[in-house]
């Protein structure tokens, strides 16, 4: 069955102290990989789409990897306005639409 | 210019009620979805709706009934409610070919069942 693994469950950082975040994946034919931001009390903000193993995307302090097994996502010198839950997904098996979540990492960026 | 939004934010009812969701989006998109994210924060899809016509309908209690009236709108009904329906409940819709993947969340509605 497909599965999605967020690491850690929660990460607190000092501003301007870069870390690493970890989605790891067990599906059959990876279709491609995404990263959302969730922010309290709203829905998740898309980020990222990976379709391959060796690819890279960046988005201002952020930028998503992807390997054969897993995903980092990577905040450089991270803000307060960083502060997040960090959701990764996979789409489900053959299905044209359907994607399954990770639990999400918190991330919290300590000013 | 809210591109998915849902009414009402908020929803608190008692035991045994019967209520909507109602959501809306103005992106021209042809696929629409109902999200549910427990206490634990786990986002798991219930409905899918493409072009009015339902394509994923998960394991889902049929006391939740999704109606979508035209592509841009999809709502939620829930009868006889129960305390496990307690949660907060996403639309979210996407564009028909790769950016299938690329969904737009509104921003949710609390469901508190007393």
């Known amino acids: 069955e497909d599965q999605v693994t967020q690491s850690p469950e929660a990460l607190r950082l000092q501003e301007g102290e870069s870390s690493s975040l970890n989605c790891s994946y067990t599906?059959?034919?990876?279709?491609?990989l995404f990263w959302y931001r969730q922010d309290p009390g709203k829905g998740p903000e898309f980020l990222f789409t990976?379709?391959?193993a060796g690819e890279e995307k960046e988005k201002e302090r952020l930028k998503a990897t992807l390997t054969k097994k897993e995903s980092f996502l990577h905040i450089t010198a991270p803000k307060p306005e960083d502060s997040a839950t960090y959701l990764c997904?996979?789409?489900?098996?053959?299905?044209?639409?359907?994607?399954?979540f990770g639990s999400g990492t918190r991330l919290s960026i300590r000013p | 210019d809210t591109a998915v939004s849902q009414t009402p934010k908020y929803l608190v009812t008692q035991m045994g009620n019967d209520k909507s969701i109602k959501c809306e989006q103005n992106?021209?998109?042809?696929?629409m979805y109902w999200y549910k994210q427990d206490s634990k924060k786990f986002l798991k899809i219930m409905f899918s709706?493409?072009?009015?016509?339902?394509?994923i309908n998960e394991t889902v209690p049929n006391r939740f009934s999704p109606k979508s009236p035209d592509k841009a709108h999809l709502n939620l009904h829930i009868n006889s409610l129960e305390l496990g329906d307690s949660a907060v409940y996403f639309c979210?819709?996407?564009?028909?070919?790769?950016?299938?993947?690329?969904?737009?969340f509104g921003p949710g509605t609390r469901l508190t069942v007393t």
């Open positions: 979210a819709s996407s564009q028909d070919g790769q950016a299938v993947w690329e969904q737009y």
């Open positions: 599906v059959s034919g990876l279709r491609g």
């Open positions: 990976l379709y391959s």
């Open positions: 997904a996979v789409p489900w098996l053959s299905s044209a639409s359907k994607i399954i």
């Open positions: 992106l021209g998109h042809d696929t």
């Open positions: 709706y493409n072009n009015k016509e339902l394509i």
